[in-house]
């Protein structure tokens, strides 16, 4: 089965900390994503990744970076920790396999709040 | 870009059958995908449909697809409370590994 891992399920930080949020999976897969999910809003892309130190922007790129040093691990960074960032982050992998579907496997969730 | 919407809420009997709707905006889509989510847990793959195909069916779940209306639908036969959850639809229409999600429809199964 595929695994994909988030360092922490809940966290807590005050405005202006600088935060790390880390994603690990184990199928050796290329492509990688941040998403946050907010009630009502649904997922939006933060940054996705399809190879090592590789980065996209998504939709909602802005007061985040990302960091991918190694293939099975990728870093969502805020630089500055502000309270509307405060939601669920959710962390994807998948393969690339011509001819098939973009398959995503997400982790289990951070429920970050910046107070 | 790709719009995906779905309604917010459903409320069923246990025992009885969902639908969950969805529709999207752009004809191109390939491949379009259902989506569970657990309270507190992440999203999983429940099935997907390619976009050559009108129907697929797993066992309790239908998928329907029509593509001139561009709408898309889950059926859960035989609903139950373990069915509780959010449902997202999720679309594929190109770019780089690019997948539209819906809002998520949160169903509620009723004893």
């Known amino acids: 089965d595929v695994k994909v891992t988030q360092s922490s399920r809940y966290l807590v930080k005050r405005t202006g900390e600088k935060v790390f949020l880390e994603c690990v999976q184990d199928?050796?897969?290329?492509?990688m994503f941040w998403y946050r999910q907010d009630p009502g809003l649904g997922l939006r892309l933060i940054y996705f990744?399809?190879?090592?130190?590789?980065?996209e922007k998504g939709d909602i790129p802005e007061g985040y970076s990302v960091s991918r040093e190694k293939k099975e691990r990728f870093s969502l960074i805020l630089e500055s920790a502000s309270t509307n960032q405060t939601s669920m982050y959710l962390c994807?992998?998948?393969?690339?396999?011509?001819?098939?579907?973009?398959?995503?496997?997400f982790g289990p969730g951070t429920r970050l709040t910046v107070l | 870009g790709e719009d995906v919407e779905q309604s917010l809420f459903l409320s069923v009997r246990e025992g009885d059958s969902s639908v969950i709707n969805c529709t999207y905006t752009d004809s191109s889509s390939t491949y379009l995908y259902w989506y569970k989510q657990e309270p507190g847990a992440g999203l999983q793959l429940l099935t997907y449909?390619?976009?050559?195909?009108d129907m697929k069916q797993d066992q309790r779940l239908t998928v329907l697809l029509n593509k001139k209306d561009k709408h898309l639908s889950l059926r859960i036969a035989d609903t139950q409370t373990g069915d509780s959850a959010i449902y997202f639809c999720?679309?594929?229409?190109?770019?780089?590994?690019?997948?539209?999600f819906g809002i998520g429809t949160k169903l509620q199964v009723i004893p």
């Open positions: 990744s399809y190879d090592v130190k590789m980065k």
């Open positions: 999720a679309v594929y229409s190109g770019g780089y590994q690019k997948v539209t």
């Open positions: 199928m050796d897969h290329e492509n």
């Open positions: 994807a992998s998948s393969p690339t396999v011509a001819g098939l579907p973009d398959t995503q496997y």
């Open positions: 449909i390619f976009s050559n195909m």
